[in-house]
């Protein structure tokens, strides 16, 4: 393999091999004024082998992947991911006997590449492995194994970060449901305590009760 450290993440965000510019910047860029092969050239020789899968899914597949926001995506893959990876690869009974992590890294990022596409959102790894698979071009091939080789790591990250992504999403809508209910119940819960307190008053008014004061007092009920 030559030069494996471009393919390596830094704690910023995904396989920068410098500081300056950053890979989203560089993506972005690339995104937003080219496209299909020119748009993977473009990429791929800034920020190794992800930039030209990208580039040529762009170009086969368009939609988000030919999008700047695919840069946002590109920034989230964090070096907290790439150990994650490396141990879960390292750890399999099916890993590789020829091949490190290192080789098979692009297709870790491949998978949560795509988890971040909006458009595969509920989507199971069949149904999108068409358009990743046309990013895994003869390069790709011969530097990284063929596509039915790597396949089984783009899949591992792709099902992960998709459920990782829904299970927030899931926790988001129930916390904001929950949120909801508790408001509402406040609300009616201090609009009957107003009325409580207002139907006591007159009582203790009435009944000439010493220990009653407007408002609320030890004497009235609450909720």
Known sequence: MDRKDELKPKDGGVLNHDDNPSTGDVVGEAVGSLSGVATGAAIGSAVGPIGTIIGAIAGAAGGWWAGRTVAEAAGKFTSDHDTRYRESYEGREDRLADRSYDDVRPAYQLGYLASENPDYQGKSFETVESDLQRGWGNDLRAKHGDWATVRPYAEEAYSRNTSVTSREATNRMQN??????????????????????????????????????????????RL
Do not use: F, W, Y
């Not at 009582?203 to 030890?218: E, Q, T």
């Open 176 to 221: 904001s449901s929950e949120n909801l209910g508790d408001r509402a119940a406040d609300t009616t819960r201090n609009a009957a305590n107003s009325v409580i307190g207002a139907v006591d008053n007159v009582k203790d008014r009435v009944d000439g009760n010493p220990a009653s004061k407007p408002g609320l007092d030890p004497t009235d009920s």
